[in-house]
């Protein structure tokens, strides 16, 4: 395989789901991504060939999902290393006593930007269930690229 080969458009097909997962993973963590942007690119395409839950459909929105509730358990996983701390930030405060009042099922909102990090580092901080949060990680990850995808189909018609 050449360099060249990288480039080509049959090389980003062929991969397409691999990159998916990646972008996925990256957008979960602290790290810069564009899973959306991505997703929708992958989608679009499809929709255009066929009925909205077709296998393609399907098996991108569990990449994504996969990918993203992984970086989000990564995110959990480093909070779980962190020392105890008093935190005095407003945005930490006020994540902690959301997860304390509301326990795992507040990871089904971990998709958000920003807070969703936040959430996902304070519940392994606060050692919440691994499995529950999990779950909770998984739906609302899966609701957000289901979401999306019903967002992108009116742009079919």
Do not use: H
């Not at 994504?64 to 480093?78: D, E, Q």
């Amino acid at each position: 395989m050449d360099i060249f080969s990288f480039f080509s458009a049959d090389f980003w097909q062929a991969n397409s789901l691999c990159f998916m997962f990646i972008s996925a993973f990256l957008s979960a963590t602290v790290l810069p991504g564009n899973s959306e942007v991505i997703f929708v690119a992958l989608a679009v395409p499809k929709l255009m060939l066929g009925s909205l839950f077709n296998v393609d459909i399907l098996a991108l929105i569990l990449i994504a999902t996969a990918g993203n509730s992984l970086g989000s358990l990564t995110t959990y996983g480093i909070g779980r290393w962190m020392p105890k701390f008093d935190p005095k930030n407003y945005r930490t405060l006020w994540a902690i006593n959301q997860l304390r009042r509301y326990g795992a099922i507040a990871l089904l909102l971990s998709w958000l930007p920003v807070v969703g990090d936040l959430f996902c580092a304070i519940a392994g901080w606060l050692r919440l269930n691994f499995v529950t949060s999990s779950l909770f990680i998984f739906l609302g990850k899966m609701v957000r690229y289901v979401a999306l995808l019903f967002l992108s189909t009116p742009f079919l018609l």
